[in-house]
């Protein structure tokens, strides 16, 4: 090839490049973090995305602590996280921008139990989940079920799930050591789906393959299988907020639309197609 | 390596690379070069063990604390404090606190209150869990009956014990080289010395296509299918565990360790394999007893070419061995290694935290663990080859 035309070549490579990344700049939000919100997220970009032309959103998952820390970094304009942000990562947040980050709530989210399809139990009550664990309670013959030892599943550490869980069933305690950690709540299911003394926890979003247990506060209450009803009213032990963090600074224009629109009603019909738990109308927008 | 005698013509040349004859200028700055560049390699693997060893430095030095019992400061005394002092007490660096104004030190301020009120209801809170003592020995935390070694580094008192991960590490490299180099050996025996020219010919370059398999897939096939199959077989409990995560492993080294093992046995001289025959030998005691020690240096080489991959395979540990930090050595528990922690947990940490620093530091020791065995591999493989040569 001759000289002017592998110049010519060149140089319109790097033109095509500089108006990509010239145009990417407009109108584009950026959502990273929490695993447990990203099918959600992609979905609300998509739909907002075929409504606004003009707007370009950009998903990623990672973990909640991911979205914390690309937060700090200025890497993302929203954190989405399935717990609340630490005093440490709103220190980090104040040395990076100066404020704290804005918190917004999303939607809920019941926390669903997984045990194999085939297992015996139905219920249990949470000192009960406690102490399977926590790997004080080691044999399913102790919670009424077959004389197996329990594996249990959890999720990295990267997890905000995995943090919920284990501030709000095992109330700060470590989790077993030999908990099998799994890098997603999908895989948390298919592992328990192919383990018939497994038992694993995960958003209510993905639940196909194994089979839920309905949870009891206490061993007179009654049993709540989690539904849109009881994460709403709060009868479901096991239920949390999920939300979205933004630079104070970043929320105007387009992201603050956005973040609008999510918690309207129009972003919460989204909601329950996924399998979450839209807000109550006091809490819309 | 003669030199001219003609000492108008001898050159010995920049930094002792010596010459024996006058030197082209465009040859000589090609020269320079190509040893530039070469030193660069080498600097750069030197330089990314400076970055990663300096992200872990104040943890190395003992000067992380992580101690969640600190002394708070009320809101209001903010403007009796010296500037040093809100410095210190507030953690920034000269540069933050010229850039900030009283408003967002004083919001920090509040967070450090706020902080202040999560520390957990425990006696282990005030204990400075970076420290070297609680990364490798065992200690009897709150909740637990007995002093053990735990990696649970996102928890109301983080826990950083090192030791199950090192082990978790050191068991899926012991399986995937018991598993792989003994395979790859034998095959590589069987391809070089006893297999017949048109059988050498696709079983060679068919073995060396395992290499291009992604780990990424390996991990996969283990999981999947690997996993399902060996439990099956042994009737365990953990479907994933160390075992499966070194069957994988060994797969992944098996092309490696029989590439470089191929290439030590053809290169061994037909006259010794001819002599032995000669001497009435058959062809399995010729390769047994004649090649095979004649090739000892190349396939100690590839042996701990091996270890260096295995030890440090990411992806295929990741999916298939289960990630429990436990310390035990049994080989049908689940367990978690060193790479992939790594891989796991460091998009979480907070930049600069201590989370992030004592991950660097596990880094930093599996790059000075291999350092270190590719290294030694390298003496002996220098010691056997005098042997060989009669030199010792």
Redesign the interface.
Known sequence: MTHMKKLLIQLSLIAAIGLTAASARAGQITAKGSDTLVILAQKWAEIYMGKNPGVKIQITGGGSGTGFAALQNQTTDLANASRKIKAKEIEACIKAFGKRPTEYKVCLDGLSVYVNAENAIKELTLDQLDGIFSGKIKNWKEVGGQDAPITVYSRENSSGTYEFFKEHVLKGKDFVASAQTMPGTAAVLQAVAKDKNGIGYGGAAYGAGAKHLAVKRDSVAPAIEPSEETVVNGTYPIWRYLFIYVNPALDKNEIAAYLNWIRGNEGQAVVKEIGYYPLPDRQRQ | MTSNTNPMRRSVGWLGLKRGHQAHPVEWLAEKAIFLISLSAILMVFLIFVFVAREAWPVLRGQANSSLVRPVIPVEQMDQLSPQKLQDYL??TPK?YAL??QE?MK??ME??I??SK?V?DDKDARLNTVSWRYLARPYQ?T?YDHP?S?W?????VP?FNII?LIIGSLKATLVALVFGVPLALGAAVYVSQLAAPRYREWLKPGIELLAGIPSVVLGFFALIVLA?FFQGLFGY????NAFVAGIALGLAIIPVVFSIAEDALTSVPRSYTQAALALGASRWQAAWQVVLPAALPGVFAAAVLGFGRAVGETMVV??AS?????VSWSLW??T?TVTATIA??L?????G?NHYRILFLIGTLLFVVTFLSNWAGDVIVHRLKKRLEGKI
């Open positions: 953690g920034l933050q900030m104004d967002t919001s920090l967070v450090k706020e902080a999560e957990p935390w909740g053990v735990i649970q580094p996102v928890s109301p826990k199950p399902s409990q953990s479907r994933l990741l999916m289960g990630n429990a930090s436990i528990d689940s978690r796991a947990e998009a979480e940490t907070v930049f935290g």
